[in-house]
C-alpha cells in the first residue's frame, strides 16, 4: 500500500449531487478538498450516459430552478444553464387529455390546494395527519374515489419513489404546501451530468482533486474515535490518504460498512443499518423517428398501471437523440416500492403502460431499461426517514440521499445537506484550525 501525504483539508467520498456539492462549497470557502469517486464519471445518480447514440440520465431528469441546486450556483457565482420548455412544463394526463398544471387554472389548483388544505388541518386538528400516518390512510379520511388515490400514488412516485402506503401524510403535505416542490423546472441540455461540471472546475481552481475509479474501501480511525485516513483503491494500487474531515455521499448504509465495528460508537452501525429502507425505481429510455407525444417536458399520469411520470427529450436544443430521433423516458416506482419485487414483471407492467401511452411505441426502439434499486437505489429512505446529516463520529458528516432534510425530494434536497454540513464545517472547523 502506498501512503499519500495528500495535505487536503478535506475528503469527500461520492462524486454524486451532494458530495459535488459540499465540495464545490468547501473549496469556495476555501478547503481544499480531496472527491473520491469510484466510477470512472461523476454524477452518481443524477448522472448521464451515451447508449447508440442517445444521452440517457442514469437517474434525475429534470432540475428545479428554484430550489438548492440552483442556490448553490448563485452561492459559487455560477450560472445555472437549463432549458425551460417555453409551454407548460408539466402536464397531467387525465383520460388521454394532457392538462397543462404549471400554469392557468389547473396550476392554480396545483399550487393552492396543498396550502387550502393545510390551512383547513390548523383549524380543524382532527384532519390533521398524525405523526408518520402513511398519505393512504389520511387521505381515505377525505375519500375513497380510486382515481383520486391512483393520481396521488402517481404524484408521490414521481416525486419520492414511494407510494401513498410508504409516504408519511404530514411530511408531503408540508412538502407541497411549503416546498419548491417541482414547480419551476429546467432540463439540462446534453444530460444531467452537466450540472455537475462547472462545481468541478470549482473544487480544481482551489486546489482541490477529482479522482475518478477511485473506490473507498475502507475509513481508519485515530485512538479518540475520529476518522484520519481513507483507504482508496485506485487502479488496482491501494492508497492510504489522511484526513482530518470526512464527508461522505454514499450514504450512512455504505458509510458504516466501511468502518471496523470497534472503530464506531456502540449501537451507531446497528441504529443506521435499522434505519434504512431504499425505494426503486424502474426507467425505460425510448426513441422513434416520429414524434410520439405532444407534452413539451413532464407527463404524470392520473391512472396507470405502475408508470408514474415520462419526460420528452425530444427538442433539438436538448442535444439528447441523433438528428431526426426523438427520445422519451417512462418511469414506474415498482410494488412495494420498498423491498424485493417482481423484476420482469415490473419492466412488463411499465412497459404496457408506455404501449398504452405512447401511441406507436411498437415502431420505436427501447435505448435503455434501468433497474434503479438495492444497491443503487432510487431513494436511500424514504422522505421523512433520512437520517441526520451529522453522524456521532464528530469529523464525519453524510451528504446527499438518505439524510435528506425533512420533506425534501431530489437534486435539490441533496443540494440543501451539503450547505448544512459546508456551514458547520466551516463553523466548527475555520480553516487552519482542524
Ligand atoms: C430514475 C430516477 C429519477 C430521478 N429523477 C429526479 C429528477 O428528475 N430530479 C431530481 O432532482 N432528482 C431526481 N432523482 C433523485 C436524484 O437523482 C437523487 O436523489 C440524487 O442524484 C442522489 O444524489 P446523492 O447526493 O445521494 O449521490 P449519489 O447519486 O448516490 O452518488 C454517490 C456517488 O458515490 C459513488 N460511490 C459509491 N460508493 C463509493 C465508494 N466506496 N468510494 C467512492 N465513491 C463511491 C457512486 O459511484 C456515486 O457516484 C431521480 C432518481 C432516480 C433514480
Known sequence: MSNKNSNFDVVVIGAGAGGLCAAARLAHNGYRVLVLEALEVIGGRASTRT?????CNTGALVIELDGAVADTYRDLGLELKLYEPHRSSTVLRVGGHDVNITEGAAGWVRNIAPVILRSLTNLRPS?????????????????RRPWIHGLMNNVVGAMFAASTEDAPADVILHYFSKGTSFKKIGMPVGGTIEVWKPLVDVIK???????????????NFSEDGLVNGVIVENGGDLIEVSTSLLVSNIGPLATVALADVVDLPEGYGRSVREASNPAAIITVHFASPRPLASFPCLAIFSQSRRMVYAANFSAPELQRAP?????????????????EFDVELEKRLLLEDIREQFPGFDQSMVVAIDVTAHEWPAQRAITGYDLPPTTPIKNLWNVGDGVKPWGGAGTAACAETAKLIVDEICRRFPLGVQ
Not at 51 to 55: E, I, R
Not at 205 to 219: D, F, I, P
Not at 324 to 338: N, T
Request: aromatic share 12%; net charge positive; proline share 7%.
Open 323 to 339: 438528428a431526426g430521433w426523438h427520445l422519451y423516458c417512462g418511469a414506474s416506482v415498482p410494488r412495494p416500492a420498498r423491498g
Open 127 to 143: 384532519l390533521r395527519p398524525l405523526p408518520g400516518q402513511s398519505l393512504k390512510v389520511w387521505l381515505n379520511k377525505f375519500t
Open 51 to 55: 447508449v447508440d447514440g442517445f444521452l
Open 205 to 219: 481552481k482551489s486546489g482541490g482533486e477529482v479522482w475518478l475509479g477511485s473506490k473507498a474501501n475502507r475509513l
